[in-house]
DNA sequence: TCTCCTTAATGAACACTGTTCAATTATTAT
DNA sequence: ATAATAATTGAACAGTGTTCATTAAGGAGA
């Protein structure tokens, strides 16, 4: 069986990635092998790295695939008020990682063996997720330079992250359920308000 | 080869641990394996699982030893000043995730298999650590009750970990190379300032 | 229709992994 | 010296990522 041409390059391509999200989604990061791809879409392990150059180009993709629907889902938010708009990208970030756990841990926490670089496309993909943040801190804080604003915007999606790592590492210890949504209007409401007051007013 | 007692069942432990680590330290996370490590310690697989139950146990155990070592870190430090205090505690971490990058992953995105819980010992730890923020943050706001100052306790830390977190992966893209510093103040003095004004002062 | 060439597709092979457990052997007790 | 005990081993099993010689299907030209 040679040259079937059942799929094209492409479609092979779609079909494994579409096959290793679900592994990874209902088995955990760490069940996701090229074997079990393979078998699950129905050629073989010499296929895929036809396809993929290694495990790790294909987690890479997966990635991007991951990064760009939580993407697609802040941008569907339309708050127009700042601080509103701030508070619903991490509650949405918030619930992503949680309706999503495994495939948040690929997301942040695959390396690449021997200290290869993440690819591009993944690098401008988080790049557009600071340049939301920006935008919303840059109207509420119009007088700080682009690199007071990046500093910040940092800062803010840090500690959403925050949130989000440890609660799905279940290192909060919590009583509450809601107790990261909590945290999360606590953080922003509470870095808004003391950015806001910074110089003037100080006791 | 049988009861050689060369070391008890103490000393092997420790040994092991002892070359798990420099393994982690030196050639990643997940180059850590069961046969290094025996190896490394001048006995065979075998006998490494008459100490830990299996790779995993070996795994919290070593990060038992890593957070006793960041707790250590953390109380040599005695700042008065709560505030000095925090920024003091962030700082420590930040430099301890800097300088120990591996055991530092290890601790915070290694999980067992079959959803098994973390250890008690762990758990008390970290626990521990919630206490030190809790402490600055109860002197800092003596009103608070203590769900809340658990709450924003925990919500300093989430920052502090998004932080150091973030700048392990590389996944910042800041120029400064003390930009995580930075964040690190801006994230605290943030939150301090801007809990202080909480009702007061609103704008 | 029958070759010939190209190439998609395979799966055995290699070196590794965690884990188990019968076999071996050094120490202790009798 | 002998028997009992338990520390230690390493082969075996099932899994992993990756490579690459082999196979066979499709198309082109006669």
């Known amino acids: 069986m040679a040259r079937r041409n059942d799929h094209t390059r492409e479609e092979l391509r779609e079909l494994a990635l579409e096959a290793a ?19 699950a879409i129905g050629y073989s392990v010499g296929s895929l790295y036809s396809v993929f150059s290694n495990l790790d180009d294909l987690c890479w993709q997966l990635n991007t695939r991951t990064l760009t629907e939580l993407l697609e889902e802040l941008e569907r938010q339309q708050a127009e008020e700042p601080k509103a708009c701030l508070h619903a990208y991490g509650l949405i970030y918030l619930q992503f990682a949680q309706r999503h756990p495994e495939r948040w841990r690929l997301l942040f926490e695959h390396r690449s063996p021997e200290g290869k670089q993440m690819p591009d ?14 935008r919303c801190l840059g109207t509420l804080f119009p007088a700080w330079s682009a690199n007071e604003l990046a500093l910040r915007a940092r800062t803010v999606w840090s500690g959403v992250h925050g949130i989000a790592q440890l609660q799905l590492g279940d290192k909060l210890f919590l009583q ?28």
Not at 21 to 39: D, W
Not at 191 to 203: D, M, R, S, V, Y
């Open 176 to 203: 509450e359920p809601d107790g990261a949504t909590q945290m999360l209007a606590l953080l922003i409401d509470g870095l808004l308000k003391g950015w806001q007051q910074e110089g003037e007013c100080h006791a």
């Open 21 to 39: 999200e679900h592994i990874v989604q209902t088995q955990g990061v760490e069940a996701l092998s090229t074997r079990k791809v393979a078998t």
């Open 121 to 134: 496309a993944l690098e401008t993909q988080i790049a557009t997720l600071f340049s939301y943040i920006d």
